[in-house]
């Protein structure tokens, strides 16, 4: 699992419909929504990107 940098929701990264890259690094989102916020700003959520569960109810 890891961490979609946007809203901090999990994903498995093994079954992620969104990715984008940035810098060498993948990055997996839960939704288009939060892929399209990240791709208009990677640097942002690049760096405020972290691994934290904060729940399964995070909807986008």
């Given at each position: 699992?890891?961490?979609?940098?946007?809203?901090y929701?999990?994903?498995?990264?093994?079954?992620?419909?969104y990715?984008?890259?940035?810098?060498?690094?993948?990055?997996?989102?839960?939704?288009?929504?939060?892929?399209?916020?990240?791709?208009?700003?990677?640097?942002?959520?690049?760096?405020?990107a972290?691994?934290?569960?904060?729940?399964?109810?995070?909807?986008?």
């Amino acid at each position: 699992m890891t961490t979609d940098p946007v809203c901090y929701a999990p994903v498995d990264e093994d079954k992620a419909q969104y990715t984008s890259h940035y810098k060498g690094q993948e990055y997996c989102f839960c939704s288009g929504f939060c892929k399209r916020k990240f791709d208009e700003n990677p640097k942002r959520y690049a760096r405020t990107a972290r691994s934290v569960d904060i729940g399964s109810d995070i909807t986008c």
